[in-house]
């Protein structure tokens, strides 16, 4: 069945594609970086290589975020909160991995513990010498914080803006612990100096390919289950719950829970998203936990076009590479571009890109799906056609005793 | 007064909203196959009696069983639905970016947890019965069309659809023929009288043509308790009935 719908044209045919790009690019541009002489018109340098490597990862947790608010209507806005403890995950493993290298030269404990006069490694450091623990806990931390929060405020019923805020409280209480230095993950500094992954050098080409390719792969992955997710009756009822929760419950379903999945789905996929992220940009400090860089992944998802699978990831990437671009040229007015970007695709392109795309294709098919990225609330264009209620004949006093003493021609 | 026999059963229920009485001691009972259509002017209780039985909101005070013996205050919404009470909204509800197939297959009885839902594949007899369901509603046409293009009315039989999915011992509708034409009334009358052969329902409506073509006992609401009871024609001469909705 599964393949079946994934062949299909239309909306998925985009996934499909989507898909193979994303694997066509973990082989090709390794191959170009690694395999094309410097001098060749072909060659992708490696520091191209880092940065669309970077890009993937944003993109990822794009997608993470999507999921619930393009499919839930939760908009989280601490998402990058379990980007950032996926990352932290991965950064304490590539710690360990230092061993005695570093500038104290203590075998056990990193830099920053012998600086602050650890004497023994802190009981949460254990098991991050081996990856395989490593990699559980970039599943397991995000994913048991989204699932013990989740638990809580869905239970309540806290919805809206007050869930968005609580959220970006979230963040921000995650950001001033990790800033503490006895919370013993570096303070301020973060994990950072970082020497191998698996016994190869993070800085070397290859492993900087590698890893490029292993975010461009996570990615489609995650597209995949993504898509597979969405179109699976839990899917429907997702969207269902969005746009009309009181009417799921009174259908027997448990709305709390509906979203509880969604949103721990989503946290692991960010923490697997930051924990990409860290080898390739060589450090994870607090600021990683920063409240406006949730919001900045919330930008991302509206101008690709949430809703949309394929669309959050062209908005990471469209912007990042904006972000990257502008930086360069007028780095203090690139706060100002994002948040004018963000109003112009709010009153321009509520759809985002896809939903543009779709509408001007006028494929029946993608309306339907840019549709879905409509907010609860709001109409959809066809919808206003459709008649408001009219009060029925009989709604007025007067006319009630006139007809309830009217013989009916039924009768 | 037995509850035995009974499929809801209201006594001396009350519940304010910041101080003001929308249900004042309210009971009513309803036998188990019995049809009901409740009237009443705006603002009566109708719908906040609704919102009690099914959980959305406790009452202060009174009690509210269900099938004879189940305190329905003790639940919630969703253990509620799944025990058998379906209820159509007044404003018509259905997933508007759901075709209307979909609307029905989430309504199908069924289990109601998340895994199961994730690996569900559609079983033929799954298909055959929202085949029968969109016979009985008359869309069968629009099988997979998006329910945000339906009519007001058409939308008001899919919600319909979904309780009939849904299977419930009771249902509770919310003033079925808003916004519907004479024909699409009448035929909706039809549909209840069939459905209320093998359910118990309670009609909330404002249209007395309707309430008369279902031909059932007739409660009367008024700032939220009981004010009449008995056929239509014996609420309708109820002075006090006529003075609540002329003297406004
Ligand atoms: N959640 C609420 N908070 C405050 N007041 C409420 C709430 N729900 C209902 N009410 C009030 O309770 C009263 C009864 O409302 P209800 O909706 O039950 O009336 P109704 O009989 O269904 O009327 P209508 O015919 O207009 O649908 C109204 O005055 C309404 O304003
Ligand atoms: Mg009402």
Not at chain 1, 171 to 193: E, I, K, Q, V
Not at chain 2, 38 to 57: L, Q
Not at chain 2, 163 to 170: F, R
Request: proline share 4%; net charge neutral; charged share 20%.
């Amino acid at each position: 069945m599964i393949t079946g719908r994934f062949f299909a044209a239309g909306a998925d045919r985009r996934i499909a594609i989507t898909i193979f790009i994303l694997l066509a690019v973990a082989i090709v541009v390794p191959v170009l970086n690694l395999a094309v002489a410097p001098t060749s018109a072909f060659y992708i340098p490696s520091y191209i290589v880092a940065l669309t490597g970077k890009y993937l990862c944003y993109a990822l947790l794009a997608l993470a975020l999507d999921l619930v608010w393009g499919y839930c209507g939760i908009l989280s806005l601490g998402h990058s909160a379990f980007f950032a403890l996926g990352g932290y995950a991965m950064g304490m493993y590539l710690m360990r991995q230092i061993g005695s290298r570093g500038v104290y030269g203590n075998p056990i404990l990193p830099d920053f513990m012998v600086f602050l006069n650890y004497k023994e490694l802190p009981w949460f450091w254990t098991g991050f010498d081996h990856f395989w623990f490593a990699a559980i806990m970039v599943l397991a931390v995000p994913g048991l914080l989204a699932f013990i929060f989740g638990w809580f405020a869905f239970r309540s019923r806290v919805t809206g803006v007050y869930l968005s805020i609580i959220t970006q409280a979230m963040t921000y209480a995650l950001l001033l612990a990790f800033f503490r230095n006895d919370m013993g993950f570096g303070g301020n500094n973060g994990l950072t100096d970082f020497k191998d992954i698996l016994g190869f050098n993070v800085q070397a080409d290859a492993t900087r390919s590698a890893l490029f390719a292993a975010s461009a792969v996570m990615l489609a992955f995650a597209v995949f289950v993504t898509w597979a997710i969405v179109g699976s009756k839990y899917g429907k009822l997702l969207m269902a719950v969005r746009d009309a929760e009181s009417r799921t419950r009174f259908l027997g379903w448990r709305a709390e829970n509906v979203k509880l999945f969604a949103f721990t789905v989503s946290a692991v996929m960010a923490g697997i998203a930051g924990a990409l992220y860290v080898p390739q940009v060589g450090i994870i400090n607090p600021g990683e936990f920063e409240p406006s860089n949730s919001i900045e992944v919330v930008i991302w998802a509206a101008v690709g076009g949430r809703g949309t699978i394929v669309g959050p990831i062209i908005g990471a990437l469209l912007v990042n590479a904006g972000k990257s671009w502008f930086t360069g040229v007028l780095p203090e007015l690139w706060l100002f571009a994002l948040g004018g970007l963000f109003v112009a695709v709010t009153l321009l392109l509520p759809k985002g890109i896809i939903g543009m795309w779709d509408s001007w294709r006028g494929n029946a098919k993608a309306l339907r799906a840019a549709s879905v990225a409509e907010e609860a609330g709001t109409k959809v264009g066809v919808a206003e056609a459709t008649s408001e209620p009219t009060r029925s004949p009989a709604r007025n006093p007067g006319e009630w005793s006139w007809s309830a003493t009217k013989p009916q021609a039924a009768e | 007064m037995s509850k035995s026999n009974t499929i809801l059963y209201l006594d001396g229920v009350s519940v304010s909203f910041d101080g003001f009485r929308a249900i004042n001691s309210l009971s009513l009972v309803l036998d188990k196959g019995e049809m009901r259509a409740i009237i009443g002017p705006n603002g009566a209780g109708k719908t906040t009696m609704m919102d009690i039985v099914t959980g959305k909101t406790r009452p202060d005070e009174g009690e509210v069983f269900f099938d004879g013996e189940i305190d329905l205050t003790r639940h919630d919404e969703a253990e509620i639905a799944m025990m058998g009470i379906g209820r159509k909204f007044q404003k018509p509800t259905v997933f508007e970016s759901h075709t209307i197939e979909e609307n029905l297959m989430l309504a199908l009885k069924g289990p109601r947890s998340i895994f199961p839902a994730l690996f569900h594949r559609r079983s033929v007899a799954e298909a055959r019965q929202i085949d029968d369901i969109l016979g009985i509603i008359r869309l069968g046409s629009r099988r997979y069309d998006l329910a945000a293009n339906l009519s007001h009315g058409q939308k008001q039989w899919l919600e319909i659809g979904m309780l009939l999915a849904q299977d419930p011992k009771l249902l509770l509708v919310d003033e079925p023929v808003a916004g519907m034409t004479d024909a699409e009334t009448e035929e909706t009358a039809r549909l209840l009288k069939d459905i209320a052969r093998d359910h118990s329902v309670i009609v909330v409506e404002h249209d007395m043509h309707f309430v008369r073509e279902l031909g059932v006992k007739v409660t009367c609401l008024h700032e939220g308790s009981v004010l009449s009871e008995g056929t239509l024609d014996f609420v309708s001469a109820d002075e006090r009935v006529v003075e609540v909705y002329l003297g406004r």
